[in-house]
């Protein structure tokens, strides 16, 4: 993983919140957020919470008594999420490193996270930290993506920006994003950790966006692709912007929109 794969700060957080979320993260933030509190935790921690999509899904979820601590390696990205969500004194917030988690052993029922172990430079190491701070039989809860080639938006995108810097292509979502999506491979990460139990459920689902604008900026602007494409060319942004956006409508049409998208959940039990 490139270095600044995990540089989301300036404009991205941002952008990022307001044309990716609702594209393609609400949808799973829900489903992910209705498996943790199905389990009625009265504990739990979020690492790598973006801008908090999964934060504002889960929290009307749990209950009055509940205590929900925010993580995320960030701080303008937890800012952001931060910002975005209503006052409610059950929720605290926190700058932390999902690999080396400041908590003591057993101090929560759950530990989830919404599309942030891909980020992880070492995911076993990550899981037998989330694994470290659960009580014995509780929860950890993940999503991840599938492959590019099934997530057509980000694949039109990174295939247009081949095209645009053909000698050295911008690769960050089929490296990082979608770069974690071998299901037996996850398995055996996970268990490696010591969970046990380790369930892995696969969901395709629709992005909406209401126009092919609309989606460039959100991978174009919104998500580290931005720091790919400025340092080859700062004065290019809108240029490859709007280039994305012509190749989105070229397939889908200029909007509203919805491109196919899937990815994996993963459960398990400390």
Request: aromatic share 10%; proline share 7%.
């Amino acid at each position: 993983m490139d270095t600044s794969d995990k540089t989301f700060s300036g404009a991205i957080p941002e952008l990022y919140d307001q044309y990716m979320v609702p594209m393609i993260f609400e949808e799973f933030a829900e489903d992910l957020a209705a498996r943790v509190a199905a389990r009625s935790p009265m504990s739990v921690m979020e690492t790598a919470a973006g801008t908090g999509a999964l934060t504002r899904a889960l929290a009307p979820l749990l209950s009055s008594e509940a205590r929900y601590l925010v993580t995320d390696l960030n701080p303008p990205m937890l800012a952001q999420a931060q910002d975005r969500q209503p006052p409610d004194e059950r929720l605290s917030w926190q700058p932390v490193d999902a690999l080396s988690l400041p908590f003591d052993d057993g101090m929560f029922d759950a530990v989830c996270c919404q599309f942030g172990v891909m980020f992880f430079p070492d995911r076993v190491a990550g899981y037998k930290e989330a694994r470290r701070v659960l009580r014995p039989g509780g929860l950890y809860a993940f999503n991840t993506w599938d492959r590019i080639e099934d997530n057509e938006f980000a694949h039109i995108v990174e295939q247009t920006l081949a095209d645009v810097f053909p000698d050295d292509p911008p690769v960050f979502m089929s490296r990082t994003p979608h770069g974690y999506f071998d299901t037996e491979r996850i398995r055996r990460d996970v268990e490696a950790a010591g969970f046990s139990d380790v369930e892995i459920a696969t969901i395709e689902t629709g992005s909406p966006a209401p126009s092919a604008m609309h989606a460039a900026i959100a991978y174009c602007q919104g998500t580290p692709f931005r720091n790919e494409i400025t340092a080859r060319n700062a004065e290019l942004l809108r240029v490859v912007t709007e280039k994305v956006a012509a190749s989105i409508a070229g397939r889908f049409g200029d909007g509203p929109i919805s491109g196919r998208i899937r990815g994996h959940v993963v459960t398990a039990v400390a």
